[in-house]
Every structure is written in C-alpha cells, then in structure tokens.
C-alpha cells in the first residue's frame, strides 16, 4: 500500500532535528533507517503529518573509541554496527546479536539506535544494552540528558525518549575478551524471536568471574537475568552453568500468544540460558 | 513535492516526488523500470531488491526521497548490453527460477552476497537469501545458481 500523506523534513543537524519536532507537535514521528516505520507506514497502522528523516545527521553514524568505553551513533546500520572492529573486539556480544537482526537488506538500512528506539519486545539488541550496562543520550528542547538502559526501556514499544526528542547515541561499556553468545529461538528463517538469550562472560582460569545476561521477548521490554548471573560466578562446568539457568525465568512475565504459551517462553528461557552461556564460556 | 537526483542503472534521473512515494513505486511508475516486482507489502519477500549505493535494500521500505544523491542498480541495470551479469546467466543455467517473481531480487540479493563473500558455503548463501522469499519453494536451484555465479565469477567454469 502507499502511505498517507506526510511533510518530510530532513535535517542535518541533531538541534535541527528537534526544532522540527517541536514544530511538528505530538504526531511528529522521527525515521531512522525505516525498517520498522516503513511497513507500519504502509499499512497505514500509523499515519503522522510530518517525518524527520534524521539518516543524513552525520553526528548520529559514528562508533568511536572513548577510552573504556564504545559510542554508537544512533544511526549507524546493524550492517556497520556488526562489521566494526572496535565493536568486535571490545563488544562481542552486540556484535553476534547485531548479525542475527532480520535480513542481509534490512541490516543494510535499518539502524542500532532505530531498533532500540523501537523497543520491541522481541527485538534482538536491547537485551544486549541491558546486559552489558549501556546508556543512552538523548536529545530535546531542553538539552541533552543520559539515561540508563534499565531507565531507557519502560514498556512495550516506549522508551524514555520524549515525542520531541531524538536518540543521539548509545554508549556500551567495554567488555574487552569476554565470551559470547547469542541463541535466537525462532519458528522460520524470518520470524521474530520467540524467546531469545544474549549472554556474555568474563572467565579467570576455567570458571566463570563474571556473567551478564538479557532476554528476549520475556516481558513488555528487554530483562536482565540477574539471578542466573549471580548464580554463575565460580561455575567451571556444565553442569554448574545449567543449575545457574534454572533462575533465568525469574522475575519475567513473558506473554502468551500462538506462537508459545508463558509457561514455554519460560521453559525456552531456562534452556536457551544454559546453551548460551555454555557457548559464551566455551564449556 | 520534494526534488530529487537519482542515479539509476547508470543515467542520472531528476524528479519531484510525494515524500511518501516509496522508492519501488517510483521506479517502476516514475521511470518504466518494471523489472523490480513488489510482492508482499509487509517487508519480507525481497522481490523489490535493488542496490543502494552499491548495498542490497528492500525498495518497499525505502522512501524514494531519502534516494536523492544516491546510487541504484536495478535488476535492469545488471547486464552489459546483451552480455548477462554471470549471476543471471546462472539462473537461467541451473533453472534457478519457476515462476519467476522472486528472481528479480534473488539475483539482486545474490550479486549483493557475492560481492562481499566471493564464495560462499551453500550455508552462506541460505543465510544471505534469508530476506528472499520463493513461494515455488524452488530454494534447491536458487542456491545451486548462487554456487554456480560463484564460480562463473571466479573464472573456474
């Protein structure tokens, strides 16, 4: 289908980008890569009067080095989050995670900050912002503000970032050669996760130091199984690791729908926990 | 309206375009180039690939005015006068095709694969064509194409 009308507007300038915001009131809807907007703009679930396409702002498409610590521009493609050498080396979770988003075309064009702005439940990133720590700045009328990954995700679809507020960047701490994996569990090549694990970990010898994990898909928005981390520390085996994962449904509240049952999700959740992080910690 | 410069298979295009006019709209409406097939509205299917300044993006989910300054290759532009681009002459080798909607971005998705991945695992090209949808479920020939490209690219046949 075509979209409905809309004003376009394309700054080039994070404050130019505001300032149309402002100017365009609530129904004001910024476009990053439009790989999630597009579809909902043709099928007319959304129809706001005026689009402020923020993909020529070139403080928005960088990853630079900020000594212990990445910044990802909020613009940057999943393509180019996945392939950068500062995120492969210091980031190895997002990473693996960022390569598993949709599709070679979508990767090409959709962007890090778009698909977290977006919060979906089921997106693969934001539990990895979680995990490892991540803060966002954002940009309003008012200035600018950073806010943490546990502040930045407040329910399905919403985030801390205000209608006339743009995301800059996002700012991963580095987890510099900890282990890492992703497990996707999904019904087809295409299909969303249904219950997704990102796990990363720190080894000293051959047991676990430390452990971050986030979940996919197990509540409005991205989860942090903190009772599977905190049971990680000193484990050496597998069997240590799957006695760990049996915490990672606690404190969800995973929906049901057709393609699982809660109760699955929450099954999926222990099962994918344990294979990730037996991955991560190369056991 | 909003002017825009477009380069398309080669010949550079200005125009005044709605802003919601999506990019395969305006290629196929706007400039003849038919060859690019919208399939499924939702994202998925593929067959709307085309290039973007040499990247392979779904044409539906694009804004034709977010192209203004860039760069397209169409399934139309691939080949060099009547000398196909190796990945068609593929398809057309190893019946990579049955009715033959999803070989316009098939072949975009494949040319796209193989420029970053010269030869590919026959893991690697389903994991590139993972946004290509063939409801012939003719994947098995697709992906013999794709190896077949592969080699006709590296010279070995």
């Known amino acids: ?283 | 309206m909003h002017h825009i410069s477009v380069t398309v298979d080669g010949t550079r295009y200005e125009a005044d375009v709605e802003p919601r006019t999506l990019l395969v709209h305006w290629l196929r409406e706007g400039l003849g180039k038919v060859g690019t097939v919208v399939g499924c509205d939702t994202s998925n299917c593929g067959a709307c690939t085309v290039l973007l300044d040499g990247s392979s993006v779904k044409s539906c989910s694009v804004l034709a005015v977010q192209a203004d300054g860039s760069e397209i290759t169409t399934i139309q532009g691939l080949s060099a006068g009547d000398d196909w681009h190796p990945v068609q002459a593929a398809f057309k080798e190893c019946h990579g095709l049955q009715c033959g909607y999803c070989t316009p971005g098939m072949v975009m998705s494949a040319v796209d694969l193989l420029a970053e991945n010269p030869n590919p695992t026959e893991d690697e090209i389903r994991d590139g064509l993972h946004g290509n949808l063939c409801r012939c479920t003719g994947y098995h020939n697709i992906v013999k194409s794709v190896q077949y490209a592969a080699d006709l690219m590296g010279g070995t046949k």
């Open chain 1, 1 to 283: 289908m075509i979209p409905g009308k809309f004003d376009y507007v394309r700054p080039s300038t994070v404050d130019e980008a505001v300032a149309a915001l402002v100017a365009g009131g609530d129904d004001a809807k910024v476009l990053g890569g439009g790989q999630s907007l597009m579809p909902v703009l043709r099928l007319r679930m959304g129809e706001p009067s005026v689009i402020v396409d923020t993909t020529r702002i070139d403080e928005m498409k960088g990853i630079t080095d900020a000594g212990d610590a990445v910044v990802i521009g909020a613009g940057v493609t999943h393509d180019d989050v996945a392939k950068n050498a500062l995120v492969r080396e210091h980031l190895a979770l997002l990473a693996m995670t960022t390569e598993h988003v949709a599709d070679r075309q979508i990767r090409h064009r959709g962007t890090m900050g778009g698909a977290m702005a977006h919060a979906d439940p089921a997106g693969d990133q934001p539990p990895v912002a979680l995990a490892m720590g991540a803060s966002f700045t954002i940009a309003g009328p008012s200035g600018r503000r950073t806010v943490s990954a546990a502040d930045f995700f407040v329910d399905y679809f919403t985030t801390a970032v205000g209608p006339d507020e743009v995301l800059v960047n996002v700012t991963f701490p580095k987890h510099t050669g900890w282990g890492a994996h992703y497990e996707k569990f999904n019904r087809t090549a295409q299909a969303w996760a249904i219950v997704g694990v990102a796990a990363t970990v720190r080894m000293d010898g051959g047991s676990i130091a430390e452990a971050r994990i986030g979940l996919t898909n197990m509540g409005p928005g991205p989860v942090r199984a903190s009772g599977v981390e905190a049971a990680l520390v000193g484990a050496s085996t597998l069997e240590a690791i799957a006695a760990a994962a049996e915490h990672a449904a606690e404190g969800t509240s995973p929906n049901s729908d057709i393609h699982a049952e809660a109760e699955y999700r929450e099954h999926l959740a222990r099962v994918l926990t344990r294979r990730a992080v037996a991955q991560a910690a190369g056991l």
